[in-house]
């Protein structure tokens, strides 16, 4: 694509309001082809692509946009991000679940989502922040769904005005354009608000790593096998099972204090029931505790 589609010529104010002016959908897509803006059709009221390629298909060429909508009228308008189109959308997401709204303010706060070039109401009433691309930068697609933000770019696609999708509640709502800046549009740093959304883990310390007193209560155990890295989960569930066995608690007790530490360290159902259930077929009365240095029967250790 070349500098000057970057700089988003095609992306007017009158494009954007013509889209809500369409009397139809098939109107809208050839407006768009026309103006240089690659577009695809999705399923009516939905966000499936209805070509076999997907966003991959997408095209300006209008005499393609005109078939496509020929044979499906009601077919929503999609077009893929990032550098196809030379547009990056932060998706904020409003569902039952939760809402992305005050994960966006906070950002726009801290200045890391200014720049858009417009926004688009979603059906949901969320919002699709719209930025111009980074040339010769590579700004992927990325999810935070605990924040409820999501990252449009390159290898994903988002669905356009005026396309409409079904509520939940049985309703029809519209895609619609929201608001056009005034001013020149600016890229957006994704990496940055990616670490602002999610900041990085903090490594365990030692303390987090060391492995509790064997006479621990099943509480202290469990919290220990909940902070379990990856590579680590099945050994530090294992020995925990086995300090619930040497304390006398039933397979049922241990299953429900540890099983439910161990999924939120990552592991599935199946393994920790399996993992338990191994710990109560091998411990034995003479089973070694822990000595002093922190090293188990099944070599976790500290860092």
């Not at 989502?113 to 969320?126: H, N």
Request: a positive charge.
């Amino acid at each position: 694509m070349n500098s000057s589609t970057r700089e988003l010529p095609a992306w007017s104010p009158d494009l954007l309001a013509g889209l809500g002016d369409a009397p139809n959908l098939g109107t809208a897509a050839r407006h768009l082809a026309r103006a240089g803006v690659p577009v695809f059709p999705c399923v009516p009221l939905g966000k499936q692509p209805l070509t076999r390629r997907g966003f991959l298909d997408a095209s300006t060429d209008p005499g393609r946009v005109a078939q496509w909508w020929g044979r499906w009228p009601e077919a929503n308008i999609a077009m893929p991000t990032g550098a196809p189109s030379g547009i990056v959308v932060v998706d904020v997401d409003v569902h039952a679940s939760g809402s992305g709204v005050d994960a966006f303010e906070r950002a726009r706060s801290a200045g890391l989502v200014e720049g858009w070039a417009w926004m688009v109401r979603t059906p949901s009433g969320g919002l699709h922040a719209c930025y111009p691309s980074k040339p010769g930068v590579d700004q992927r697609c990325w999810q935070v769904p605990s924040q409820h933000v999501d990252c449009r770019g390159d290898g994903g696609y988002v669905v356009l005005p005026p396309s409409r999708a079904t509520l939940l509640s049985g309703t029809i709502a519209e895609y619609r354009v929201a608001s056009i800046t005034d001013r020149r549009p600016s890229p957006i740093d994704t990496t940055a608000l990616r670490r602002f959304l999610e900041p990085p883990r903090p490594a365990p310390t030692s303390r987090t790593m060391l492995p509790p007193a064997a006479s621990s209560s099943p509480d202290r155990l469990a919290a220990w096998v909940a902070s379990r890295p990856e590579g680590a989960r099945n050994q530090g569930l294992f020995w925990a099972a086995c300090r619930m066995v040497e304390a006398g608690h039933n397979f049922d007790a241990s299953l429900a204090v540890l099983g439910e530490a161990a999924r939120a360290a990552g592991l599935t159902e199946r393994e920790a029931e399996t993992t338990i259930r191994s710990a109560y077929r091998t411990t034995s009365p003479d089973l070694q505790r822990t000595p002093a240095t922190g090293t188990t029967p099944m070599g976790v250790t500290g860092p």
